[in-house]
């Protein structure tokens, strides 16, 4: 059965085009813009994983999703990303729980690699 991703980010061409690639690898994806928006799929698709990025349209961030994934699913695993380098949130996130935390830009490869980990459990 194949594995189902999670895609929330709110540059809409960059998660397109890794909609593609990760459907091409045989993953179910599903991609949002907003906070908000994830915490619905989250409900009703119960993903494998989430690719979050930190800073997101709407009224949630990154931070405020994991929250919700995590009270939906407490063992859902999130690779969170960000384009910005505060430390506070990633001591934040760190300690709700996400299984990587990667800065920004990061190549497909190196995102592929990181879910393939989690997903491994390593």
Known sequence: MPYKLLMVDDEVEL????????EI?????????????????????????????????????GADVLKGA??????????????????EKEREVLKIGVSRYLRKPVTVK???DAINEVLSGK
């Open 15 to 22: 998660t397109g085009y890794l909609k593609q690639y990760f």
């Open 25 to 61: 690898k045989g993953f179910v994806v599903f991609t949002c813009p907003s906070g908000e928006e994830a915490l619905t799929i989250l409900q009703n698709e119960n993903p494998d994983i989430v690719v979050l990025d930190m800073l997101l349209a709407g009224k949630l961030d």
């Open 70 to 87: 995590k009270k939906t699913n407490a063992s859902v695993r999130v690779i969170m990303l960000t384009g910005s380098d505060t430390v």
């Open 110 to 112: 190196e995102l592929h």
